[in-house]
C-alpha cells in the first residue's frame, strides 16, 4: 500500500469493503482494496473481500456483480454495529470495527489492530481449479461459537460504466466476491461451480462468530489451474 504500510501482527486479517459501481464516492476505496490485493508484501495476511452491494442498481447502472445477499451481509452488520443504515464505501475490519472505506490511515489502524490480536482459531486452505469448478481442501481448528465460510473471488475485472454515477468511467474491480457458502463442520473438501467465464480466481475461508460476527481466523488462496 502507498504510503505508510501498517505494522502487521502476525494474525490474517479479513477487509470487507462494501461497494458499488453505481456510487461516485466508492471508486477511491476500491482502489485500497485493489492495492491490497496486488500488494505481495500483503498476502495472506491482509484478506480482502469486495461485496457489492445491490441497493444502488436502481439509479441508472446496475453494478453487474451486485447482489441482495451482499446487502444483507452488510445489512447484519449496521445492526450488530448499532449502526443507523448501511452505507459505501464501508469497510468491515474482522468482523470487529468498521469505517468509510477510503479512509487508509483509519483501514491501517485498524489491519494492525487486528492483526496483533490473539486469534482464536485457525484455517489451512488450498484450491484448484477444475474446469467449471474449484475444489477446495479445508483444515479448520476453530471455536464451536463460529461458522465457517468459503468465499471465491475474482480479480482484474474492467467494466466500462455508461450511466449512474459514475457513467464514463472505465472501473476495474479485484477480490469481487462471486460465491460465498457455509461449509458444514468436519467438511474437508468442497466443490464449488462457477462461471467458465471468470478468470484469476481465489478462494478465502473464515471463520465467523455467528453471535458478534466477529471474525475468529482465516486463510486464502490462489485457485492452481
Same mark, same amino acid.
Given at each position: 500500500? #502507498?504510503?505508510?504500510?501498517?505494522?502487521?501482527?502476525?494474525?490474517? &486479517?479479513?477487509?470487507?469493503?462494501?461497494?458499488?459501481?453505481?456510487?461516485?464516492?466508492?471508486?477511491?476505496?476500491?482502489?485500497?482494496?485493489?492495492? !491490497?490485493? #496486488?500488494?505481495?508484501?500483503? =498476502?495472506?495476511?491482509?484478506?480482502? $473481500? %469486495?461485496?457489492?452491494?445491490?441497493?444502488?442498481?436502481?439509479?441508472g447502472?446496475?453494478?453487474?456483480?451486485?447482489?441482495?445477499?451482499?446487502?444483507? @451481509?452488510?445489512?447484519?452488520?449496521?445492526?450488530?454495529?448499532?449502526l443507523s443504515?448501511?452505507?459505501?464505501?464501508?469497510?468491515?475490519?474482522?468482523?470487529? @470495527?468498521? /469505517?468509510?472505506?477510503?479512509?487508509?490511515?483509519?483501514?491501517?489502524?485498524?489491519?494492525?489492530?487486528?492483526?496483533?490480536? *490473539?486469534?482464536a482459531?485457525e484455517?489451512?486452505?488450498?484450491? =484448484? @481449479?477444475?474446469?467449471n469448478?474449484?475444489i477446495?481442501?479445508?483444515?479448520?481448528?476453530?471455536?464451536? @461459537?463460529?461458522?465457517?465460510? /468459503?468465499? &471465491?473471488?475474482?480479480?482484474? &475485472?474492467t467494466? *466500462?460504466?455508461? #450511466?449512474?454515477?459514475?457513467?464514463?468511467?472505465? $472501473?476495474?474491480?479485484?477480490?469481487?466476491?462471486? =460465491?460465498?457458502?457455509?461449509?458444514a463442520?468436519?467438511?474437508n473438501?468442497?466443490?464449488?461451480?462457477?462461471d467458465?467465464?471468470?478468470r484469476? $480466481?481465489?478462494?478465502?475461508?473464515?471463520?465467523?462468530?455467528?453471535?458478534?460476527l466477529? !471474525?475468529? %481466523?482465516?486463510?486464502?488462496?490462489?485457485?492452481?489451474?
Amino acid at each position: 500500500m #502507498h504510503g505508510s504500510p501498517p505494522k502487521l501482527g502476525p494474525h490474517p &486479517v479479513v477487509v470487507e469493503l462494501f461497494t458499488s459501481q453505481g456510487c461516485s464516492s466508492c471508486p477511491p476505496a476500491d482502489a485500497l482494496i485493489r492495492e !491490497i490485493a #496486488h500488494d505481495p508484501a500483503l =498476502r495472506g495476511r491482509v484478506i480482502p $473481500l %469486495a461485496f457489492h452491494v445491490d441497493y444502488w442498481d436502481q439509479l441508472g447502472w446496475r453494478d453487474p456483480f451486485s447482489s441482495a445477499e451482499w446487502s444483507q @451481509r452488510q445489512a447484519r452488520y449496521s445492526a450488530a454495529m448499532h449502526l443507523s443504515s448501511s452505507y459505501t464505501p464501508q469497510d468491515v475490519v474482522g468482523g470487529r @470495527r468498521e /469505517l468509510v472505506g477510503s479512509n487508509r490511515s483509519g483501514l491501517n489502524a485498524a489491519l494492525e489492530a487486528a492483526s496483533n490480536a *490473539k486469534a482464536a482459531g485457525e484455517i489451512g486452505l488450498t484450491v =484448484r @481449479r477444475d474446469a467449471n469448478s474449484l475444489i477446495a481442501t479445508i483444515r479448520a481448528t476453530v471455536p464451536a @461459537r463460529d461458522d465457517l465460510f /468459503l468465499a &471465491v473471488t475474482e480479480d482484474d &475485472v474492467t467494466t *466500462k460504466v455508461p #450511466h449512474g454515477e459514475n457513467a464514463g468511467r472505465t $472501473l476495474t474491480n479485484d477480490a469481487i466476491v462471486r =460465491r460465498l457458502i457455509r461449509i458444514a463442520p468436519g467438511q474437508n473438501s468442497v466443490t464449488i461451480p462457477i462461471d467458465p467465464a471468470w478468470r484469476n $480466481l481465489s478462494a478465502v475461508s473464515f471463520a465467523q462468530d455467528r453471535n458478534t460476527l466477529a !471474525i475468529d %481466523a482465516a486463510s486464502a488462496a490462489r485457485a492452481q489451474p
